[in-house]
């Protein structure tokens, strides 16, 4: 017997005489089961086998504190849903989403001040986010009972940024944000800092405002993945009281060499020029004097070209960060160019997010026993499973 709990407490499965009992892990994607081989050095464009080292973030290898790029996947009264890498899935309570949008609850609750903003307010399906791991999947077993522990994960820009105090702040540097207030032509963002703050124009972002929850405003506690925008010389956040900020994805970079030490910011969302060392079965091997990075294949759908044959070593390439593997130190990325463009990711799947729609113009890449592998009219690649 299943009894569930509400704002994302734990599952308990109560046992029963006379049924046998396996409990069921949904958090395990098809990724999560790659067989991954010792590599070899390759020449050319000769295809080498992935290194033992590089595999893709489990619920198994996931730890407190990894930050991660998601999207919102569902939006209920007291909790949000959150799609991560490999098919893992994290809820965020009301508590986790911001400081702002908990000060407002705690205000309401305790002086019968104005309601805030709902949740669905907030948030919309699809939403671009940062997220930093609470709590990873368990699963505990008792005489009576077994609990079914979840992924927790904070959207809090306090508690995702809060090594940033370590590096220099550079322009294009990727920081969560959440809205503080609403002034007459932008918004001042908390970054989490106790002194420095951010603002967002509200005319130079209006494309990117609207896209992230289809209205034309953001509002008063809301979550935003933001990118520092100024060009004057940033040299230490103890001396940056406000500091231009902008939505717009494009504007992540790489810090100069001026920026760089031993300390470096590279979360999720930030903009990395690398060099493919190696091309595998399972995707590319990247590397920049700053890190090594890796790009799945097929099962993430992180590559603009279909054919791994079109890669090839030594090419200059441009990844976008996914996360950092919390016990290899690998960053797992994405080379989509359409990551330069969308902050909500429904926007990269307008036109086929309804289930059943028909899509002329795709066209057949390849073809195996499992699946056929598709370009689609918009660029995306699709997978049809073959039955």
């Known amino acids: 017997m299943q009894v569930d709990y509400s704002r994302g407490g734990p599952t308990i499965w109560r046992k029963c005489d006379n049924v046998d009992f396996k409990p069921v892990d949904r958090l395990i994607s098809e990724t999560a089961n790659i067989k991954w081989h010792t590599a070899r050095r390759t020449t050319g464009n000769d295809v080498s086998q992935t ?23 569902t939006v209920r009264k007291y909790d949000l849903v959150v799609e991560l890498p490999n098919n893992l899935r994290g809820t965020v309570s009301l508590a986790d989403i911001s400081d702002v949008y908990t000060k407002q609850l705690r205000s309401y609750v305790e ?36 609990v079914v522990n979840q992924i927790t994960v904070t959207l809090n820009p306090r508690e995702i940024n809060e090594d940033i105090v370590k590096v220099k702040p550079y322009p294009g540097m990727v920081l969560a944000g959440a809205i503080e207030s609403v002034e007459d032509h932008g918004y001042i963002v908390d970054v989490g800092l106790r002194v420095t703050k951010g603002y967002i124009s509200h005319d130079e972002n209006y494309e990117y405002i609207k896209r992230i929850n289809g209205v034309d405003r953001l509002i008063q506690g809301q979550v935003v993945l933001c990118y520092i925008a100024s060009k004057n010389d940033l040299t230490d956040w103890s001396n940056v009281k406000v500091i231009t900020m902008t939505l717009k994805p494009k504007a992540a970079k790489l810090p100069s060499n001026r920026h760089l030490s031993d300390e470096i910011w590279l979360p999720p969302g930030s903009l990395v020029v690398a060099t493919i060392s190696s091309v595998t079965e399972d995707g590319l091997v990247i590397e920049s004097s700053v890190l090594k990075g890796f790009v799945q294949f097929y099962k993430t759908l992180e590559l603009c070209r279909a054919n791994k044959d079109e890669y090839s070593i030594n090419e200059e390439v441009v990844g976008r960060v996914l996360y950092k593997h919390p016990k290899s130190g690998v960053y797992f990325m994405s080379v989509l160019s359409q990551l330069d463009t969308f902050v909500n990711a429904s926007s990269m799947f307008s036109e086929i997010s309804r289930l059943g729609v028909i899509i002329d113009g795709a066209s057949v890449l390849s073809v195996t026993e499992a699946e056929v592998v598709l370009r689609l009219p918009n660029g995306i690649l699709g997978i049809a499973k073959v039955c």
């Open 111 to 146: 002086s019968d001040l104005k309601q805030p903003s709902k949740i669905n307010e907030l948030f919309a399906i699809g939403t671009v986010v940062l997220c930093k791991v609470k709590s990873r999947f368990s699963v505990e077993e008792t005489d009576d009972e077994v």
């Open 51 to 73: 290194d033992s080292s590089i595999e893709p973030i489990t619920q198994e290898t996931l730890t407190e504190g990894t930050l991660t790029m998601g999207f919102i996947q």
